[in-house]
């Protein structure tokens, strides 16, 4: 099973690729070194065969979502300390940060694929300036978080 992060905001939130770095313009899937590779993409909630909004879980309560397959950053059980896993980490600090500074609030959930739609384990309200370090963005399994700024 793939781990997800789910990130559901009461505003429109930034999709595409963050972080990766390749050897050229010309050749954007060329890269040095499995650090420059490391990246997150953060795909949106519209269906377009459908064309509307889906809900990536029952659990979020805004309607603007993204899902972020997330290869480098395991469960909390599972933290390595990889330099890539490091800076997927910085990634998803910083758009969350931003996402938290447009909106005051996000709701911050992790799931396998899957099994989004299965009872929370373990549910959280925390406020931004409690989050000292990208570590501190590592939850367990259907955990679910109310991030307020």
């Known amino acids: 099973m793939t781990p997800y992060i789910y990130i559901a905001s009461p505003m429109k939130l930034p999709q595409g ?3 990766s770095n390749s050897v050229s313009s010309e050749q954007p899937n060329v890269f040095k070194s499995e650090l420059d590779f490391a ?4 795909e949106n909630n519209y269906d377009s065969k ?3 909004k889906i809900s990536y879980s029952p659990h979020f309560s805004f309607v603007h979502q993204v ?3 997330v290869n480098y950053i395991p469960f909390k059980y599972r933290l390595k300390g990889t330099p890539e896993e490091e800076k997927c980490l910085k990634i998803l600090y910083s758009y969350l ?3 938290l500074q447009s909106s005051g609030i996000i709701e911050y959930f ?3 694929s899957g099994k989004e739609d299965l009872e929370i384990l373990k549910r959280r309200n925390v406020r931004w300036r409690e989050l000292k370090t990208p570590y501190d963005l590592v939850l ?3 955990e679910f978080w ?3 700024f």
């Open 67 to 69: 899902a972020v397959y």
């Open 97 to 99: 940060e931003e996402a």
């Open 39 to 42: 990246h997150l993409y953060f």
């Open 146 to 148: 109310e991030i307020t």
């Open 17 to 19: 690729s963050f972080g």
């Open 140 to 142: 367990e399994d259907r």
């Open 110 to 112: 992790t799931s396998l």
């Open 50 to 52: 459908l064309k509307q």
